[in-house]
């Protein structure tokens, strides 16, 4: 608990490090504080306020453990951001930043999880949670780009979804 409670003080402030790399893009940062989150946003948040509520505070970590250490998963994503939206470092702070913190948090999180979880329950809900969020932060990405092209009026692909390990479109 003290670790997670600490982790989210130094994430304080990191909201408007994203709201500058919007506003160097020429976003308006008064129609994103205005602006309603995406409904898989409020349901990414919703969900960790209820695991954090009800379950022990290790359960919540399951998120931390693969969020801290996406950054070589999403490297392409970023890389295609920086050539497709023509940004620099200077438009993406909020990566460029996190990528060096996050490497810190994500050893802190495995230490955590390793000296905390030691029965079969609370390991299971370490990667309940793990699971879970994965899936719905893949959804808010899919929604943001859904988002993205319906304004800027591109095709949707299809949704790819896993099942059973399996890929397969919507």
């Known amino acids: 608990l003290r670790y997670c409670l600490n982790h989210a003080l130094e994430e304080a402030g990191h909201d408007l490090m994203a709201l500058k790399d919007l506003e ?20 990414l948040i919703a969900y960790l306020f209820h695991i954090s509520s009800q379950k022990d505070a290790t359960a919540r970590l399951g998120y931390s453990y693969w969020a801290e250490d996406a950054y070589s998963f999403i490297e392409e994503l970023l890389t295609a951001m920086r050539r497709d939206l023509q940004l620099a470092d200077r438009n993406m702070t909020f990566f ?22 030691a029965d079969a329950a609370l390991q299971d809900d370490v990667l309940t949670v793990l699971k879970t969020t994965l899936h719905l932060s893949g ?32």
């Open 24 to 43: 160097s893009i020429g976003v308006d940062p008064s129609s994103v504080l205005s602006s309603e989150p995406l409904p898989e946003t409020q349901a």
């Open 96 to 117: 460029v930043a996190h990528s060096e913190l996050d490497a810190t948090h994500s050893d802190e999180v495995k230490k955590i999880i390793g000296r905390t979880c």
């Open 139 to 170: 959804r808010i990405l899919d929604a943001a780009y859904s988002e993205y092209a319906r304004k800027r009026t591109l095709p949707i692909p299809p949704r790819a979804t896993v099942d059973r390990g399996q890929a397969r479109t919507n």
